[in-house]
């Protein structure tokens, strides 16, 4: 796969495909295994925990992180399709977000 040209990607995304270094499948299939792995190292007891009041806990980054990897799959299956009807994720989802993860860690 031929690195991207800057004009073929929002720029928003510039710092995060520029650290594409090698193999972008590579990497995924690699993370793919690290990644629940390093995730099973930490404790439950410690899922709610924060470093300060205003951040989130460890339980609601895992869960963007994951939110993430849905809306960037379903963009690929979009874009897979030749989709260019107008496609919108505002940061509204976020006090969604963070609300469904607070409520499902108290139970």
Known sequence: ??????????????PYIETVVDNVFDA?????????AFLDTIPEERGNFKYAEDKWTIKEVVGHVI???R???YR?????RNDHSVFSLQR????KFKQRIHLSSQS
Do not use: C, G, W
């Open 1 to 14: 796969m031929k690195p991207l040209k800057s004009d073929e990607y929002p720029a928003v995304y510039a």
């Open 28 to 36: 995924l299939e690699e993370q793919t295994l690290s990644f629940p």
């Open 67 to 69: 939110d993430n990897e």
């Open 71 to 73: 809306i960037m799959a």
């Open 76 to 80: 690929a299956l979009r874009f897979s």
């Open 92 to 95: 509204p989802h976020i006090r």
